[in-house]
């Protein structure tokens, strides 16, 4: 919120600092200010000007004016002008030869359009007071004298404060709240606005106003008759409502504004004269429309709280008012009709989000506003418009509804103390809450030990709990003041097994160029039929989510490829063509026949029983590594031309992972969507599988808009089994002996088959089993083919003899003779 400093002076008893000290103080309060907004620079002669005569000037492209201004008491300069908001005999501001305005605009006579301009007659952006550069600054008349010094009347020495206010400190959206605020924080004492208005007592309504929906907890109605709508606003209020953002409009809607930054209570005011019949606050029917007054016709939903009369709707409650009584400036006075209410923020807020209609009084609503504000506030606009615009109040006043009850609270006097670890001087507690406006009692606990029953103030229904005091207490006095002690850390085993396990996944991959990325673990539902999944599958059984932050992938993910793809194509299309990515997370995999959730209450600790329900209620979230490949896996240069990716090396990527876990996987032939049925691995541990590898398939590279051969790999993680007690390996100090063999086998047994039938026939001395070369052609016959395989052969305690190591290899071959009908081939 944006704030002049004058204006806060006027409800704080000492003076304000500099305008950096008085950001300062506001900081130490808790809030943060996003600029402080220096007084615009300019020099020169700016003076009041008055409107002698306007001529038109004809045969140009745009409306042209030739003014005739009086700048002093025996002199007039003529001046071109192109704005159209201003007549004869209006106040302007004129910037004479020789001013120089906000970014160095210097203004000097010169001749444009056949006359020679001896000044500008300025707009509000131009002196750097606003932002309406529409038309010129014109001013209430009396406001001054043609020639008197402008710089003094526009208040263009005061400084304004743009202050972030937190979302639970809706009272300081407000003059009222955050002089407040500063008063507390220089330690000064404090006026308040709303007790400087005098609010009668009143049994005589001023209008019939019926509630019938809880939304609108109270309503007061104020009339003033006989207003001149045409009347401008003084120029202090014109003033103050520049500083803080607002364009001035005309007297009745910059009084409502006006009072609304001043006390914080949003207003509305009605031509009574359009009224028809009794106000009601109620809820919206189907089909029901408004005309709000931006001109728009907004289809109402029943959620929607409206004010209505006998029309129908003539408001949407706490947003906008309708355009069917909306005051204009006609001919001869009206009758004005003041709202001030108090609304449920829920409501609101939702109101203004649905119909995509922020506006300031919404802001406050939603933040809830003083309920004891609405009689104050609408007297307070009463008078304002009396004053400036003519009229009398009507006799009367609508109090419907009433403010709810402040329920007090109790809380130990040295809770504070506790918290913060600080021994405050004796009586802050009771002080600070006191400044905060809460109503404080001295009283003894069960315990015996002195504490406080305190009041919480009407403007602040965020204070329901002891917690909440002791925030008040330790923020006012000054958060800096508390120690930064870090508590002793327990002491620990470090990281557990899994996590181990994970940390040990990810660096390898990283360590083997794959690049670490975090997708959205979000899907949608279309992706499925990209994979070419069946209808029957697995993974097309998700979680949806109720309120996505994306509409179009509204479904947690079961796998994450969907994410990873996603992340692959995103940067290919920034220019990366070589792309290999990983990532660990957790995918969500609900029951096939799930546990309904219970709702515990929050009265106490859930049951053992509900606890067993809600982690049975949950679904599965397994931890998953997934990794995508795409281009050149070997890039080209003097060295070579390169190799593009291939499937193989998606199953060394999942081979990769398996050995960091502490696992040797098995790869076997597989089918399985979306990868390549003659290209895919189903990854085992034993004969369990844990995961695919391989490359995607045409149509699924195709429909999301791949590189050609994309590979991938992903594997349940959770799934493969940890072992604590892993022992260190043994390395023989001894040489080894290599052997190869080439075996001849179906050409339907797959590569892992025949090497496990080899480690088990070559015992203990057998090290590892390579493949390194295959073979199909006709010297071995149709339907076989020819499997060549290094054998390694190396004894823990001695140096192994060739005798030792051709019997250990005729042992193993013997073994894949025996189970898989294989032949040594010649």
């Known amino acids: ?67 005739q201004v009086q700048v002093g008491p025996d002199q007039t300069n003529g001046i071109i002008c192109g704005a159209r908001n201003f007549a004869v005999g209006d106040l302007v501001v004129v910037s004479l030869p020789g001013a120089v305005l906000p970014g160095g605009f210097a203004i000097s006579a010169r001749k444009t359009y056949g006359h020679t301009s001896d000044g500008m007659i300025a707009s509000s952006k131009e002196l750097g007071i606003g932002a309406d550069h529409a038309g010129i600054l014109v001013l209430p008349p009396g406001t001054g004298e043609p020639g008197d010094d402008a710089m003094p009347l526009l208040g263009l020495d005061d400084t304004v404060l743009d202050i972030n206010v937190n979302p639970d400190r809706g009272y300081c959206f407000s003059v009222r709240g955050l002089a407040r605020e500063i008063a507390t924080a220089l330690g000064d004492d404090y006026t308040d606005p709303a007790a400087r208005v005098p609010v009668t007592e009143s049994l005589e309504a001023a209008w019939p106003v019926t509630l019938d929906d809880p939304g609108c907890l109270r309503f007061v109605a104020r009339r003033v008759d006989g207003v001149d709508p045409a009347a401008p606003a003084p120029w202090w209020m014109q003033r103050r409502l520049l500083a803080a953002g607002m364009r001035p409009i005309s007297l009745v809607v910059d009084v409502t504004n006006y009072v609304m930054l001043e006390l914080g209570q949003p207003l509305h005011a009605y031509d009574a004269g359009k009224l028809k019949g009794d106000i009601v606050v109620r809820r919206a029917a189907k089909g029901e429309k408004l005309t709000t007054l931006d001109d728009a016709e907004r289809s109402l939903d029943p959620d929607d709280l409206l004010i209505s009369d006998d029309s129908g709707p003539i408001g949407l409650a706490g947003v906008m008012g309708g355009a069917s009584t909306e005051i204009s400036a006609g001919e001869g006075p009206i009758d004005v009709l003041i709202e001030a209410a108090h609304f449920e923020p829920a409501v609101i807020a939702r109101a203004a989000r649905r119909h995509k209609l922020p506006s300031e009084a919404s802001k406050r609503f939603e933040r809830t506003v003083d309920p004891q504000l609405p009689p104050v506030a609408a007297e307070r606009a009463a008078l304002l418009l009396v004053e400036h615009g003519g009229g009398t109040i009507a006799a009367g006043r609508t109090d419907a509804g009433a403010a709810p009850a402040i329920a007090p609270v109790r809380m130990p006097l040295d809770l504070p103390d506790r918290v913060a670890g600080v021994k405050y001087k004796p009586g802050a507690t009771v002080t600070r809450l006191t400044q905060v406006g809460c109503t404080v009692e001295l009283a003894t606990g069960d315990d015996g030990r002195g504490g406080v029953v305190a009041t919480p103030p009407s403007w602040r229904p965020d204070l329901l709990q002891p917690a909440d005091l002791v925030e008040e207490v330790l923020r006012l006095e000054g958060f800096d003041v508390i120690p930064s002690v870090l508590p002793s850390a327990p002491s620990g085993h470090g990281l557990t097994p899994t996590q181990l396990r994970r940390r040990a996944v990810s660096r390898s991959l990283a360590e083997n160029g794959y690049v670490e990325v975090l997708p959205f673990p979000f899907v949608d539902a279309r992706t499925w039929d990209a994979f070419g999944l069946p209808a029957d599958d697995v993974r097309r059984r998700t979680v949806r989510v109720l309120n996505p932050l994306d509409a179009e992938r509204a479904e947690l993910a079961t796998t994450l490829l969907p994410g990873l793809l996603d992340m692959l194509a995103r940067n290919r299309s920034r220019g990366l063509t070589d792309v290999a990515l990983y990532t660990l997370g957790q995918v969500v995999l609900p029951h096939r026949n799930p546990v309904p959730m219970p709702e515990p209450g929050v009265d106490s600790r859930p049951t053992d029983a509900e606890i067993a329900q809600i982690e049975a209620a949950l679904p599965a979230q397994p931890l998953h590594v997934g990794a995508v490949l795409a281009g050149a896996r070997e890039a080209r240069g003097w060295w070579g031309a390169g190799r593009a990716v291939s499937w193989a090396d998606a199953v060394d990527a999942a081979l990769l992972a398996g050995r960091a876990a502490g696992v040797e996987l098995r790869v076997e032939k597989a089918e399985l969507a979306p990868w390549h049925p003659g290209r895919c691995a189903s990854l085992r541990v034993g004969d369990f599988p844990v995961g695919h590898a391989g490359e995607l398939h045409p149509k699924v590279v195709e429909a999301l808009g791949l590189p050609a051969r994309t590979c991938a790999m992903e ?12 022992p260190a390996p043994r390395i023989s100090p001894y040489p080894p002996i290599a052997v190869d063999v080439a075996l001849v086998a179906a050409d339907d047994v797959p590569v892992a088959t025949l090497a496990d039938a080899l480690v088990d026939g070559g015992g203990e001395l057998l090290e590892d089993v390579r493949l390194f070369d295959v073979y199909a052609g006709e010297q071995v016959g149709e339907g076989k083919r020819s499997l060549a395989y290094t054998l390694r052969f190396r004894a823990p305690d001695r140096t192994l003899t060739h005798e030792e190591a051709n019997a250990a290899r005729d042992a193993a071959v013997a073994v894949a003779v025996d189970r898989h009908q294989a032949a040594l081939r010649a």
């Open 1 to 67: 919120m944006r704030v002049p400093l004058s204006w806060l002076s006027e409800h704080v008893a000492g003076d304000l600092p500099t305008p950096e000290e008085t950001g300062d103080a506001f900081v130490r309060v808790g809030f943060e200010i996003e600029e402080v907004i220096e007084p615009p620079s300019i020099t020169g002669p700016i003076v009041v000007g008055l409107v002698r005569e306007i001529e038109e000037l004809t045969g140009l492209k745009k409306p042209i004016r030739w003014c």
């Open 715 to 726: 594997i349940d993680l959770d799934m493969l089994p940890l072992d604590e007690s892993r």
